[in-house]
């Protein structure tokens, strides 16, 4: 009896492991649309659910953390002189219309695809994954700070939501030991690539849903009613793994608003709790890939040290921020690509931040302006987005209020 059953717990084995074999060369899952698998409400999957809609496609992109992403959009809201709900203005209308008036140009896109919490591996990730074919800017602009490189908060790059769901769209095996070092962190990935049903598991239920939606659901219809269950609301049961980050209306960018500053000290004490040396040789390892992905693109590419208070630096590892900029200067000049040194241009004083870190609109106007002036006055740059030139007549005519 025993040796029967193990026979078949061979042979079903056998089966399995054959079944996998067939599944992992002609991979029928393989069309799926990665926009069509179950995710998360994250603030990577809001921006990317925006920027593959955007048309036309933004030909100027900005890139980094909530260092960027706030001063954009509350200069934004400024310039607008209305409200601003963050998951649905992912846009630099104010540096696309300072821009077009530089550039004597018009139909320039601008998108600000900086992420809060965003590490250089996600600035690589999103560039990897979305700049491609019609998606492809002609310019990238990289806001970074020390905490990008060394965030003792982020375990490893791999874990973080940028790189969870943008892996979806490419097959990240070639950074994969980067992204994850340790084996326990690249487990499930590691199952996935080689149990074909495992690595497809969210792929599976969209065909299945898919067909159960086409074939089954119509009849049903027909002979029982419409449940009032269909009424309740479904993230509320969603598994703790695609609960949503942030939704519409949760944060809300308010037109001029009043001054104010609070101190963020606490925060930061945690994230540069120490020089994390691990991590920092990890992300300029994701640095140099994005800037060899950019050259190999076609992708210019501007970097931008973005500005902090003196409470910020003061909480920095003794020497990390040396070695950081240092690192910067001699990139930008080995690869030749602009770098604006903002944290040493003495242009920002304690009136353009909301907290230690984070610049508010005046700021966000002092960040923009330095861009576009930079940007203009680059010749390869400017060249390049006068090449994309449109009629007219698809881009608002607005003078800049300030």
Known sequence: MIALLGSYFIGGLIILLLANYVLLQIKPLAKVDPESLPAAHTWVWWATKEYLATYPKPQIVLLGSSLVMHPVSRLDANFLNKNLDYVYHHRSDYMKQALEEKLHMSGLNCFNFALPGGMVSDDY????????????????VIGLSL???????????????????????????????????????????????????????????????????????????????????????????????????????MFIVQANQPYSYEDNSKEYKKRY????????????????????????????????????????????????????????????????????????????SQQNYYDTSHMNASGGKKLVDTIVENMTKNQNI???????????????NKSLPY
């Open 147 to 249: 905490r990008d490189f060394i965030d003792n908060g982020v375990h490893c790059a791999g874990a973080t939501p940028a790189f969870r769901y943008l892996k979806r769209y490419i097959d990240m095996g070639d950074v994969i030991d980067l992204a994850m070092p340790q084996f326990f962190q690249r487990f499930d990935y590691l199952i996935g690539n080689g149990i074909y049903l495992w690595g497809k598991k969210l792929d599976l239920q969209v065909v299945l849903a898919q067909t159960v939606k086409e074939k089954v659901s119509p009849l049903f219809e027909q002979i029982f009613p419409i449940s009032k269950l269909n009424e309740v609301d479904p993230g509320r049961n969603l598994p703790s793994n695609l609960r949503a980050e942030v939704e519409e209306n």
């Open 382 to 396: 400017a060249q390049s987005l006068t090449g994309s030139e449109r009629p007219r007549s698809q881009v608002a």
């Open 273 to 348: 709790r120490s020089p994390n040396e691990k991590m920092f040789v990890t992300q300029k390892q994701f640095f140099d890939k994005l800037l060899q992905l950019a050259d190999e693109r076609q992708i210019k590419v501007i970097i931008v040290n973005m500005p902090l208070t003196p409470e910020n630096h003061k909480l920095m590892p003794v020497g990390s921020y040396d070695k950081y900029i240092q690192y910067l200067s001699d990139i930008s000049s080995q690869k030749q690509i602009p770098f604006i040194d903002l944290d040493a241009s003495g242009k920002f």
């Open 125 to 140: 990730i999103v560039a990897r994954a979305l700049f491609v074919n019609d998606h492809k800017p002609q310019v990238i």
